[in-house]
Structures are given as C-alpha cells and as structure tokens.
C-alpha cells in the first residue's frame, strides 16, 4: 500500500499521524461521481483532505492513522458502487504493467464500438422507409423494435440502469442515473403505448435504441481519447525495467545474477548492457559509455559517462558494458519520484475548477428538476398554448400531449452532460504535465497553473542559476603580505577548503577542487557549522576556521583589518566574489573567485522581459558581482539586490506582493528554500538540492535556463485549454439543456428528441478531451 508518514504533532499525549494513501477508484463516470466520491472519503474517522481524479481513476486521501485505514475507506466507497481498493507499491496493482491495461482497455473499447454501431444501424435501418427508402419486411415491424429495444435495455443498457439505480439509492445520482431514467422512461412508455393500442399513444422504441447506441459510441469514443491523454504518462511507467543483473564485484564481465528489480538494495552493483535500461539510480563503478536520458530530461542527445558519474533510473544505456552501484532504489529513484510528482500534480486541482466542482455536486438534482418541471409545463400548458408551434416544428408526429411531454423531459435527462464538467479540467492537466515531465518540466499541479497566470514577476539567485555554477578560485590573498608565499596561501585555502568541505554550495565546491589541485590535505574536519548564504565554520588542525562573507565573520566578532579589505575591494571590484577566511578568530586572508554567466541566461531574460515580466536579481554575492552578473544577463541594476541572508531573500518577495506583486522565484541552494517557497511560484533548476526541489512548485530537469521560459508557456498553455473546456461544457449544458426542454420550439421550432439528445451529449464530452488533447501540439517558443 503506498502510505507515506508526512507529519506529527503531539496532541494530549497521543501523536497523530497524517499519513496519505492512495487508491484506484471505479465506476466514475461524471463530476457528479468526483464529488459524491469525495464527500463520502471526507466523512470517513481521521479524513483530513481528499482529492479525486475522474480521468486517472484515482484518489489521494490525506487521514489520521490513528482513527482510520485505508481499507475501511475502500470497502465504504465499494459499498456504494465506486470499487476500490488501494494503490499497492509491491507492484500488485495493475498500474504496473500499462501495456497490459491498455490491451484490455483496447479490446473493452472495440466491444462497445461493435454493440454501439450495431444497435444505430438497425434502428435506422428499421427506419428508412421513413426518410424515403425501402421497407424492410422484418426490422419495420413494430415486434422487431420492441425485440431490438428489450435486447439493448437488459443487455448494454442494463449495466447503465442498474448503477444509475444504486446512485439514486445511495443519494449520490451520476450520469448514469439521468440516462437510466430517460432510457427506462422511454422504454416503458414505449410498452404501454404497444400494449394498449387504444390509448393513441405512439411508440418510439427507437429512441433508447439510438439513445443507448450513441451513449455506448461516446463514452467509446472519449475513452479512447482519455487513452492518449494518459499515454504520456504511462510512457514514463513503461520506462522501469522489470529485472536486473545483479553482480558481485564491478566488473562488466563476470556471472550476472537476473533479479526482480524490487529486489536491489542500495550499495548493490548491478550490470547494464547495451541497449538495457537503468533499473536503478546509482553511480558509474566501471566501463564507459554514452546514456540517453532523452526520457527523462527531454535531452536529444546521448551523454558520454565514465567511473563516478551518476546515472538514473529508466535511462537507455548506449554504447559500452557497465556496472553502477545503486544509490537510489525502489521509489527513492529519479524516475519515481518523477512519476510521484506528476501523478500528484494531476491530482491537484486548479481553482479555477471550484467552479465546476460546486455546479456537479448537485448538478444530477438540477436536471432532474428540470425536467420534471420540463414535463409539467408542457403537459398542463405548453401543449396546449402552442399547439401550431408543435404542429410546424420536428415533433409534430407525436400524437399525445403526454408523450411529447416525457419525450421533452426525457431530452433533459439525456442532453444535460456532467461529464463535460468533470473531464474540462483533469484531462488538460493529464495531458499538460505529462508532457512536461517528457520534456524535462514538472509541474506539480493545477494550482500552480493558475498562479502562473498571475505572475507579473520573476526574481533570480545568482550563482548556480543565472551563472554556470561552477566557480574556480581565481586569488588567494594573505593578510599583511603584498604577495604572499605559497605556504601561507595553501594555508588560507586549506583551512578554508576543509570548512567548505562539509557543504555542498557550488562556492565550496570549487574551493575544495581548488585545494585538490594543489593536493592539499583536507581531511579531519569536525564540528562543522552552516549559516546558509553567509558562512561556514569548522574544527581543522586544532584551529576553529571560519568562512564566509564580511559582515558574517564580523558578526561572529572577527574582525578584518583594513589592509586586507582594502586588497580585496579591488577583486571585488573586478566582479569576483570573495570569502574571507578566519582561524581562531582572526582574519587570516580571502578567496576570490570566479563564476560564468550561463550561455543562455541572456535570451531567457530577454524572452521573459518580452513576455511582459519584470525580471529581478537577489543574491548572497557582493554588490559589485550582481552588478556584474546583472549587467551581462540584461537585468536592470535597480532591479538588483545583494547581500542577502536566505530569510532577506524571503523578506523582500514578502514585501513585494504586499505591493501587489505576484513573483516567481528561480534558485537551486538551500539558502534559496525560503525564497522559493514565499513565491507564488518556485522553480527550482535539476542541480539543485532537496530542499530546493521538494520546496518548488516547478522543477526543471534540464540544465537549461530557458526552460523557464518553456515552463511558463506551457502553464499558461495548459490552463487556456482548462479555461476552454470549462467555458464550453458550461456554456453547452447552458444552451442543450434549455433546448431540449423545449425553450426554442414555438418561435423558432427547434426541439431534440432523446436520441439527437444522447447524440449530443455524447459529442459533448468527446470535444472536451479532444480539444485537451490538441495540447499535445504544443511546443515550446524558445530554440531548443
């Protein structure tokens, strides 16, 4: 069962667990069904929140461990007609083989498509002598309508009628009870008028004939679309291999045990052939080769790795034999969490949505009352007050008030199209963030969507995301001495190297390389201590070295003697940044180091101005670096904030959306967590660390800065075919059910029989998915 412990608190002595679990749910067919299935999760013991996803067939329940269990929720909403059970991770669930799923989807679909066609066919053909044509001997007696009708109603209708019955049972009507009620209305009235002939009644058996067959077609039709909506998602499932080559040493070419991989644990090596997929990630223990990631990242072209590179899970290995040491298995891999984050975010509704949701909760009730009320006003007056208006327009064949009266109503019950509701918005989300995910771009969720819509600026950390991120030490200065001899310089990057080395900022890192060069020992660290965006500190050789920027080690009481900053204002000056170092509270000298502007950060911050976005620099650097970095990427020096501690970063995103600012934030460290999540949106860069990604609402898995840009328009991509859909599943139960009550027959003669009705409902419903689909077109403005 996937179950993840997320948080506790403690509350009279007892520590409650919020834990979220998530289930596969069947038997939804409209956002009637969303709602009803939400409400009856949210009223089980422990619920805290629940999300409900009609396209992926899923619920998320966040509850209380201590008061509830996954299993009590699924066997209530079995008991109501919604089968359920939940999602296991030991790959029981049928979710981990897609390719088998779909084969039965695909067969389902084709027996539908088949009953369908047939039941439309005959009816017309039994009806042709109608439109002018032959009279066929046998499918023109009325007995052979009555047989057809019986066959369709307590055979492919029968499974309609049935869970449309047990909804209104239970109180939770659905789609299937408003085509329930107008297929059985029909049929029966379709009967007595058989029966007793002389009540003058017309039979039209016909109708649920057609009705059903253009019932069966649509929902045929939209599952099919609903298949490829989803295909890109499951794409990425397929992308697991389901075995690995277990070896006991690293080397490629001895004995390979095959294992499930759900079997491998971390630190077990495991081989890969070419052509094989990575099952797992891990670091590159021996050979070389080249890997696609394309899956992954988007990435077109393959990428050379040799011993120590890091490899993922669900990459294609190319060109050479190798084996990788797993670091990460199971859920834990770059693909999983992946497919984790995009199944999250298709889950996560966009506010725009609340909308729809409030209207299908009770939208069920409305058409029923409409159509009561449909057949009321014609039976007791509308017959009666436009009696010519009848007799001119398409339902002048129907002889008796009281038939043409159900027929209207029963047009209500069928026209009225929930399902149009509940798919505007999951299908757009399905098909725009699993695309994202196939190009690099996850976007975790609908929410996000609209909050993007409203940003009106975006604010970048310096180094690591504006800049390549790879600094190199450029000057080692010594306090007090002009030059400096080599001793004394290996010291000052030594003590610094070994304070660095417990970090894992990109400026540390180029400092540890640095001291690696010169092959300086720098082991034997102890007592680390981290300020994020301001300094390190650390036991080293019996000495407490510290690192960081000036105000920093002046705050700690170190102070810098006026020499040694005055040395330093000039490489500052030049745009480097610089970290001064301390030993036992003494400013022994400083670093200077260099960093390059990314080769694309210039266009992304072009395009983004051009796209009417207020672009803003925040960094922990020294003014005269920002200014530097500013100046080569485009952004205006006014624009431009330096100096800043990670909760200064916050503060000032804090203090432009009180200004009415919506911001997004782009960063990669931990000093750019609080930033991230203050924004109205975070976007954290592939390099980033944990506490980035896990904080940022948009996570780019390419090493490219343009994919903002590409992030942005396909957010705003995604949520113009969410605001589509809506728009026309609103305004076409606005206009059909109006329609089919009758609204337009006596100026303007227009009416809808049951059938035209389904026909309607059914195309209503294929057009929301369809036009989601038309997202798969989209690319990205930028070059890539």
């Not at 679990?21 to 038997?27: D, S």
């Not at 001997?137 to 019955?165: E, K, Y």
């Not at 999983?336 to 509704?349: L, T, Y």
């Not at 989601?772 to 990205?780: I, K, N, Q």
Request: aromatic share 4%; with cysteine; hydrophobic share 50%.
């Amino acid at each position: 069962m996937s179950e993840v412990q997320i948080t506790a608190a403690e509350v009279s002595g007892l520590a409650p667990t919020l834990t979220v679990a998530t289930f596969e749910v069947r038997g939804m067919k409209c956002a009637g069904c969303v709602s009803a299935v939400e409400r009856q999760i949210a009223q089980q013991p422990g619920v805290v929140s629940a999300a409900v996803n009609l396209v992926t067939a899923s619920a998320v329940v966040q509850y209380d461990s201590h008061l509830g269990n996954p299993q009590q929720i699924a066997d209530k909403l079995t008991a109501t007609g919604f089968t359920t059970q939940p999602r296991r991770s030991d790959g029981s669930d049928e979710r981990t083989d897609p390719a088998v799923r779909r084969a039965a989807e695909r067969r389902q679909q084709a027996r539908q498509l088949a009953i369908a066609a047939a039941l439309i066919g005959l009816s017309a053909i039994g009806h042709l002598k109608h439109w002018g044509g032959p009279e066929i001997p046998v499918l023109s007696n009325i007995w052979a309508h009555w047989g057809l009708a019986t066959l369709a109603f307590l055979g492919p209708g029968r499974a309609i009628v049935v869970d449309g019955a047990r909804s209104l049972w239970h109180g939770l009507p659905n789609m299937n009870a408003l085509v329930g009620l107008g297929t059985t209305s029909a049929y029966l009235a379709s009967c007595v008028a058989l029966v007793l002939p002389g009540l003058g009644w017309d039979c039209f058996f016909d109708e649920p004939v057609m009705l059903l067959g253009f019932i069966l077609l649509g929902r045929t039709l939209e599952s099919r679309a609903r298949g490829r909506a989803s295909a890109a998602l499951e794409a990425l499932l397929s992308l697991q291999p389901p075995a690995a080559q277990l070896v006991n040493q690293p080397d490629p070419s001895v004995p390979a045990l095959p294992v499930p991989v759900g079997q491998v644990r971390a630190g077990d090596w495991v081989r890969i052939l070419p052509g094989e997929k990575i099952p797992v990630d891990g670091d590159l223990a021996s050979g070389q080769t080249t890997v696609d990631e394309s899956m992954l990242t988007g990435e077109p072209m393959p990428i050379a790795k040799g011993p120590g590179d890091r490899l993922a899970a669900g990459t294609l290995n190319q060109s050479g034999a190798i084996v990788v040491r797993a670091t990460q298995v199971g859920g834990d891999t770059t693909l999983a969490k992946i497919v984790a984050a995009v199944e999250d975010a298709q889950v996560r509704k966009a506010p725009v949505q609340q909308l729809a949701d409030a209207v299908a909760g009770y939208f069920a009730y409305g058409v029923m009352a409409i159509a009561a009320l449909t057949f009321g006003f014609w039976y007791l007056f509308g017959t009666r007050v436009w009696s010519d208006a009848i007799a001119a327009g398409p339902l002048a064949d129907v002889a008796s008030p009281l038939l043409l009266s159900l027929r209207l109503a029963i047009a209500v019950l069928v026209v009225a199209c929930p399902c149009a509701l509940g798919l505007a918005t999951p299908t757009a989300i399905l098909v725009g963030t699993s695309l994202g995910a196939q190009r690099g771009l996850l976007i975790k969720g609908g929410d996000v969507l609209e909050r993007v819509r409203h940003l009106n600026s975006i604010a970048f950390d310096k180094t690591g995301t504006l800049t390549e991120g790879r600094p190199t030490v450029t000057d080692v200065v010594v306090d007090g001495m002009e030059i400096g001899d080599n001793a004394e310089r290996d010291r000052v990057l030594q003590l610094a190297a070994i304070a660095e080395s417990g970090t894992h900022h990109p400026l540390a890192a180029a400092i540890v390389a640095a001291a690696t060069e010169r092959n300086l020992k720098i082991s034997g660290g102890a007592e680390f201590y981290t300020e994020a965006g301001a300094g390190v500190a650390a036991t080293a050789s019996d000495q407490r070295a510290c690192v960081g920027t000036a105000d920093w080690l002046q705050s700690r009481g170190i102070p810098i003697a006026p020499h040694l900053e005055a040395r330093v204002r000039e490489l500052a000056a030049a745009g480097k940044t610089i970290a001064y170092v301390a030993a036992d509270g003494e400013a022994i000298g400083a670093i200077a180091l260099e960093d390059r502007l990314r080769p694309d950060a210039k266009a992304t911050i072009a395009r983004l101005q051009a796209a009417g976005l207020k672009t803003l620099l925040l960094t922990g650097d020294t003014p005269a670096a920002a200014r530097m970095i500013a100046a080569q990427a485009g952004i205006d020096p006014e624009n431009t904030i330096a100096g800043l501690r990670p909760a200064e970063k916050a503060e000032h995103i804090r203090n432009w959306q009180a200004d009415g600012t919506t911001v997004a934030m782009v960063g990669d460290g931990i000093n750019d967590a609080p930033a991230l999540a203050q924004a109205e949106i975070g976007i954290a860069l592939k390099n980033g660390t944990d506490v980035a990604i896990e904080t940022a609402a948009i996570v780019l898995m390419r090493d490219r800065l343009t994919d903002v840009v590409a992030a942005i328009e396909l957010s705003r991509a995604t949520l113009g075919k969410i605001r589509q859909n809506l728009f026309w599943a609103l305004g076409y139960n606005a206009i059909a059910i109006p329609a089919a009550a009758g609204v337009f027959l006596p100026q303007f003669h227009i009416a809808l029989g049951p059938a035209a009705a389904g026909g309607f409902m059914a195309f209503s419903s294929v057009m929301v998915v369809t036009n989601s689909l038309l997202l798969r077109r989209w690319r990205p403005n930028s070059k890539d």
